[in-house]
């Protein structure tokens, strides 16, 4: 098992320099902090003095880490928040949502009053600061999310590079060779929010492979950010027939934007969403979509801190696969935009 030693070693400082950064007791420079939590989350470091809570000890509640962010999904959020909560009910637990976004320090603070038997965090982000501070906690801690390096912590997402697959399968097999992506807003990227970076680089990948020319672009809520996301998209590429939009809040408003500008879906476009059946499947167009399993992600996550409290499972990254539904808005290619440059 690594050591705190080891981390001290591979970070350049005293072993008495880890356990402060650990345990907050003393002040240390950004630069060492930051130095010695990448260390930590390289080495997948978790300390030896991590115990579950005996059963005489138990709350019976579980504890949900849920920021509001800026560019947070609320309805997402909400659906997620749902799921877990009947989840925990199922299991004869209650949720305690903790919403504040402060940081490290925030949580440190919460969770020295808190009554959770473990934790289930949220908007996990690569070099996620809170990561070493969820692995000095005397209780189990389940990320939502992959984060890009080791952590020490269980976790549980979808699938991204599966749905990247199916998303680029199902348009390559119409025909489509030119395919946008309308991403999640700018600032999900800037504070590498996991899920977003993930579904682009795996879209982008595997796109490539089948010879499919991709465009990408982030895309804020406001029509006017949808209208310069899409006017950006054509102008780079006036060949694109098919629209994958990753941001399912503004799904409606693409459909929109591509009408006002005299396409026809799926005639002359075809559009997928990544995101909730209820959001996709609604008239005037039922939209083709690689489906987010949110209730049973919930589940998984409840599942999985409870398995903590009795056992000691390798902290894995367990991923759910999507399943991709066609609907209306999906048709071959037209063959005038597909061979255009032919």
Same mark, same amino acid.
């Given at each position: 098992?690594?050591?705190?030693?080891?981390?001290?070693?591979?970070?350049?400082?005293?072993?008495?320099?880890?356990?402060?950064?650990?345990?907050?007791?003393?002040?240390?420079?950004?630069?060492?902090?930051?130095?010695? &939590?990448? /260390?930590?989350?390289?080495?997948?470091?978790?300390?030896?003095?991590?115990?579950?809570?005996?059963?005489?000890?138990?709350?019976?509640?579980?504890?949900?880490?849920?920021?509001?962010?800026?560019?947070?999904?609320?309805?997402?959020?909400?659906?997620?928040?749902?799921?877990?909560?009947?989840?925990?009910?199922?299991?004869?637990?209650?949720? #305690?949502? #903790?919403?504040?976004?402060?940081?490290?320090?925030?949580?440190?603070?919460?969770?020295?009053?808190?009554?959770?038997?473990?934790?289930?965090?949220?908007?996990?982000?690569?070099?996620?600061?809170?990561?070493?501070?969820? #692995?000095?906690?005397?209780?189990?801690?389940?990320?939502?999310?992959?984060?890009?390096?080791?952590?020490?912590?269980?976790?549980?997402?979808?699938?991204?590079?599966?749905?990247?697959?199916?998303? $680029?399968?199902?348009?390559?097999?119409?025909?489509?060779?030119?395919?946008?992506?309308?991403?999640?807003?700018?600032?999900?990227?800037?504070?590498? $929010?996991?899920?977003?970076?993930?579904?682009?680089?795996?879209?982008?990948?595997?796109?490539?492979?089948?010879?499919?020319?991709?465009?990408?672009?982030?895309?804020?809520?406001?029509?006017?950010?949808?209208?310069?996301?899409?006017?950006?998209?054509?102008? &780079?590429?006036?060949?694109?027939?098919?629209?994958?939009? &990753?941001?399912?809040?503004?799904?409606?408003?693409?459909?929109?934007? $591509?009408?006002?500008?005299?396409?026809?879906?799926?005639?002359?476009?075809?559009?997928?969403?990544?995101?909730?059946?209820?959001?996709?499947?609604?008239?005037?167009?039922?939209?083709?979509?690689?489906?987010?399993?949110?209730?049973?992600?919930?589940?998984?996550?409840?599942?999985?801190?409870?398995?903590?409290?009795?056992?000691?499972?390798?902290?894995?990254?367990?991923?759910?696969?999507?399943?991709?539904?066609?609907? &209306?808005?999906?048709?071959?290619?037209?063959?005038?935009?597909? /061979?255009?440059? /032919?």
């Amino acid at each position: 098992m690594v050591t705190i030693i080891d981390v001290a070693r591979a970070a350049g400082v005293a072993p008495s320099t880890v356990s402060y950064v650990l345990n907050g007791k003393r002040p240390i420079s950004v630069e060492t902090r930051r130095q010695v &939590e990448q /260390c930590i989350r390289d080495l997948g470091y978790r300390p030896s003095n991590r115990r579950t809570p005996s059963p005489r000890h138990r709350t019976n509640v579980l504890g949900l880490l849920a920021p509001l962010r800026v560019d947070v999904n609320m309805p997402a959020l909400t659906r997620f928040v749902g799921a877990t909560m009947a989840a925990a009910r199922v299991r004869d637990h209650d949720l #305690l949502v #903790l919403t504040h976004d402060t940081g490290v320090a925030g949580l440190r603070r919460a969770m020295s009053i808190a009554v959770t038997d473990a934790l289930i965090v949220l908007d996990v982000h690569d070099a996620d600061p809170r990561v070493p501070a969820l #692995l000095t906690l005397d209780r189990p801690a389940v990320l939502v999310g992959a984060a890009g390096r080791p952590t020490g912590l269980p976790g549980v997402d979808l699938d991204f590079a599966r749905a990247a697959e199916r998303t $680029v399968a199902h348009l390559a097999g119409l025909g489509h060779r030119s395919v946008g992506l309308v991403g999640s807003p700018l600032s999900s990227y800037v504070r590498e $929010v996991d899920h977003a970076r993930r579904f682009t680089r795996a879209f982008e990948t595997v796109a490539g492979r089948r010879g499919l020319r991709t465009r990408w672009r982030a895309c804020g809520e406001s029509v006017e950010a949808i209208r310069s996301c899409l006017d950006a998209l054509f102008a &780079e590429d006036p060949t694109i027939t098919a629209l994958v939009v &990753e941001n399912e809040t503004v799904l409606p408003d693409v459909l929109e934007q $591509v009408r006002w500008r005299g396409r026809r879906v799926p005639e002359d476009i075809s559009v997928v969403a990544v995101g909730h059946d209820d959001i996709a499947d609604r008239p005037p167009l039922r939209v083709t979509s690689v489906a987010l399993p949110t209730a049973e992600l919930g589940r998984l996550a409840v599942d999985t801190a409870l398995r903590q409290l009795d056992t000691a499972p390798p902290p894995e990254t367990r991923l759910l696969a999507p399943d991709l539904t066609v609907r &209306e808005s999906t048709a071959p290619a037209p063959m005038t935009s597909s /061979c255009a440059g /032919c």
